[in-house]
């Protein structure tokens, strides 16, 4: 069991250990992770660059539908819109996402981002779900 | 003049070294920028983490309507929509931005992502643009 | 006063009574508007057309905007995503809509519409705050 | 046949009757439709409605898709954002949509809305790829 990368078991997260992220809780169809703001992670501008604020909302809605699903099944992005709110300069970033509404083959799924001064952005998105690899139909 | 952030002339580019970004072509409306999917960018499930496909669209619509703003004006993002056509694992991706209409406080981008096997995402965003830092009124 | 139309005064809203939109409540950036599910706003596949759903959301955001807005000024939409998470066939629809975040020029809103059996579609948009008409500047 | 409503073969489309849509075109995965624009399709500001230009783009990109599903497959919107360059106030509005990319269960798809000014808005969509009515499985 790898501890910064909960949501896929042992299978490591490279991109996620890059910037930084880290979850601190995923269950029930809900998730919260962070990172840190670090100068790696700056824009031109010497804000953090909005990627990194998106990338906490696509891995923390993974991760809240991960958690909801069962029987090996696992997900993928199809769409996701976010929307910033002010630019982030240092301080850390908690993302809370959680599934609004899950069919069979879609679910939909929302998040907040936040620093110490308050919200930052909101995304929402949309995810395939997906039967285990392997599994005829698949 | 700093060729690997032409955008922003000589200011340094740091989410964009770390994950390889660079620009092929800036002007008019337009951009073209790139990297190389490389094994630090992967998710868990072993493909290119999607945030770093939302770093191309985001960072290449934000060169794109640089382009196209004179009198020292800069644009930060208000949001954006990407879509995922399908995973990739490897080779590199190429981000083709530009603007579709700009107003005077509000522009309007789409990009199209593409790797040596065909499309693979698309993105549209809204764009502020922003009077120079320090001018009356800004 | 038309109370059919409360967030625009004594303006009329043609469109809004074609197809039976009707608001019940707004204030403090909230609103809540509704409509009956008739056969007239049928798509072709019998199932409630997506675009009246949809301007339950765009209509509802606006009145929600513009309960939250002094000194005459007011809004217009910059862009929605909608998504549905079934259709709908008869009864009743109702969207509460409210502002997320609102800055100078531009704010951003979200919206749930729902009938009789519970959740039907989620929107959020980013509006534009324009100055009273005939003001310096607008 | 009924060619007020091509896409949808005999079946009536009330809300397309509603507000004037008629379709010129639909192929290949692409469609063009159309709408004048009258007053009762006006919202409170005197402009015509956002969710007309959107029940535009809908039913095209429905349309669009339609036309490239055989076997009596059919299709659902899942998501879609639209976004507004300027207010319309008369005229002609035409809606042109296309299919980007087609999987097996989703398809995503763009429409530019215009009328004889120029560009209107812009929208793009991810829709359902149903199975036929009845089949095993759908």
Redesign the interface.
Known sequence: MNDQ?P??GA??????E??GLRFDYWGNGESRCALDVT????????VL????V??LA??GMGGALISALDGGR?C??????????R?VVSGQLVCESRV??Q?K??A?L?SSVRDGDG?VA?A?G?F?ILEPRGSVGS
Chains 1, 2, 3, 4 share one sequence.
């Open positions: 990368n949501i896929h299978h490591a997260n490279p991109f996620g890059l910037i100068p790696k992670l700056m824009n031109p501008n010497g660059h909005g990627a990194v998106y990338a696509d891995t696992y993928t992005t199809v769409e996701i819109k976010i929307t910033y709110f630019p609004v509404h069919g083959r879609l939909f929302e919200p909101r929402s949309t395939a």
